[in-house]
Nanobody, 126 residues
Framework: QVQLVESGGGLVQAGGSLRLSCAAS????????MGWFRQAPGKEREFVAG????????YYTDSVKGRFTISRDNAKNTVYLQMNSLKPEDTAVYYC???????????????????WGQGTQVTVSS
């Protein structure tokens, strides 16, 4: 069992930055691939970024490449999403998720993830 708790969301102006954190608990957490997803009102939940268990492999959706950075600190049981140059279209609830596959072979696929956090709201004003 893995429990995930997100934090760090808030209201920011366009061009600003936020760093989301996801605190994880569970004996085998560090062996999981971790992902960040987001869901805007009226839209489906979409993949944003993912990171393999070792942190060596990272993955991003095209719309955030060069602006967002995913990282993890297994010693602190935490995964991060640094978001820079935020745009109004980044406004959404952001969710942290854990996939038992350590290598992230299907990191982009929402249904592959076994555990989800409760989400944190990110609002970017224009």
């Amino acid at each position: 069992q893995v429990q995930l708790v997100e934090s760090g969301g808030g209201l920011v102006q366009a061009g600003g930055s936020l760093r989301l954190s996801c605190a994880a608990s569970g004996r085998t957490w560090s062996s999981y691939t971790m992902g960040w997803f987001r869901q805007a009102p009226g839209k489906e939940r979409e993949f944003v970024a993912g990171i393999s268990w070792s942190g060596i492999n990272t993955y991003y959706t095209d719309s955030v490449k060069g602006r967002f950075t995913i990282s993890r600190d297994n010693a602190k049981n935490t995964v991060y999403l640094q978001m820079n140059s935020l745009k109004p279209e980044d406004t959404a609830v952001y969710y942290c998720a854990a996939d038992h596959d350590p290598y992230g072979t299907k990191v982009y696929v929402r249904s592959e993830y076994d555990y989800w956090g409760q989400g944190t709201q990110v609002t970017v004003s224009s």
